[in-house]
DNA sequence: CGCCTAATCTGCACGAGTTGCGAACTCGCA
DNA sequence: TGCGAGTTCGCAACTCGTGCAGATTAGGCG
């Protein structure tokens, strides 16, 4: 996503108006690495500017997907906004549910164009296990077995 | 997925029972390329038993993604569920919503054992993009434009 | 073959997540 | 400074999935 100067710039070239709810918003996905949720946004936003709407939060989340300055990320729950929308992975703890950026190797080696009568947008890797943190907590035993589900970003 | 004749003998191996409501949903499912959701086998499944209830198609549904008979595809909207097991990608018409099953070369070229304190159990690919039949419904369009959503599988 | 009971099915209520809607408000231009 | 299109907010509504409890049944046993 880009900043937040540039993003009231794309924002004000389109018509649209740049609200201090918008900034706000601007402000805490801008350079982050996390991928919140809505209501995770809403709450961090709430902080910062008491009585904001969880429905205005969706919808500039909404618009910034929109604009593919956001991307959204589907891992089953409730959805989550990526604002890395550079070329990247991701690898998914299933025990407390942490989405980690990753850069893996050998992507460009992948068959994508050869999916006959289909054409291809974007290709999403994910990369599901256990975290090193979750696998500490649960030494030699089934780390899916007591999910705990704190931390998650 | 395994035949219906194997997961009978998987469920009374765990001392579960194997009603027709069951069975009927073994069939359904065995031996078929595509990712229904929930609903959509409900609708099936009830031309051939009226009366089968949807808590019972979550219900089978859930326990067999518990045996891992059975995958979860989560691409936004309500979730889809994989008969097959295989190792395999998606190719998801972002137009229609159908997913197809693809089997990418050069995946086993990727970095995925260096994702350091990270203990990965699967990878999951997903190709976004545009299927044959939508791109000629629409040609020299945005084919995200007019977003008809019949026919997915 | 009929009994018995744990397992299952069904219908409904409920909860989480997200969107539609309309009245009130406000950014930003004239 | 005033205006109006765009925005916010609160709430109702909607979708997807699960908890619950009473009715039903598979399947082991005598
Ligand atoms: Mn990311
Ligand atoms: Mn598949
Ligand atoms: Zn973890
Ligand atoms: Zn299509």
Redesign the pocket.
């Known amino acids: 996503m880009r900043n937040p100067a540039e993003l009231t710039d794309a924002?004000?070239a389109k018509?649209?108006?740049?609200?201090?709810?918008?900034q706000l918003l601007f402000r805490l996905l801008h350079d982050t690495d996390r991928h919140p949720?809505?209501?995770a946004l809403f709450v961090e936003a709430s902080g910062q500017?008491p009585?904001?709407?969880?429905?205005?939060v969706?919808?500039?989340l909404?618009d910034l997907v929109a604009m593919d300055e956001l991307h959204v990320v589907n891992i089953g729950?409730?959805?989550r906004f990526d604002p890395n929308t550079a070329a990247h992975q991701h690898a998914v703890c299933s025990a407390c549910g942490t989405i980690r950026d990753v850069y893996l190797s050998g992507v460009d080696g992948l068959g994508v164009a050869e999916v006959d009568d289909f054409h291809p947008q974007r290709t999403r890797i994910t990369v599901t296990g256990v975290c090193g943190r979750c696998a500490d907590l649960t030494p030699t035993r089934r780390p899916t077995g007591s999910h705990h589900k704190e931390n998650q970003q």
Chains 1, 2 share one sequence.
Not at 15 to 22: A, E, N, Y
Not at 51 to 56: F, K, P
């Open positions: 924002f004000r018509g649209w108006k740049v609200t201090p709810q918008r949720t809505a209501d500017m009585g904001i709407s969880l429905r205005t969706y919808q500039t909404n729950g409730s959805t």
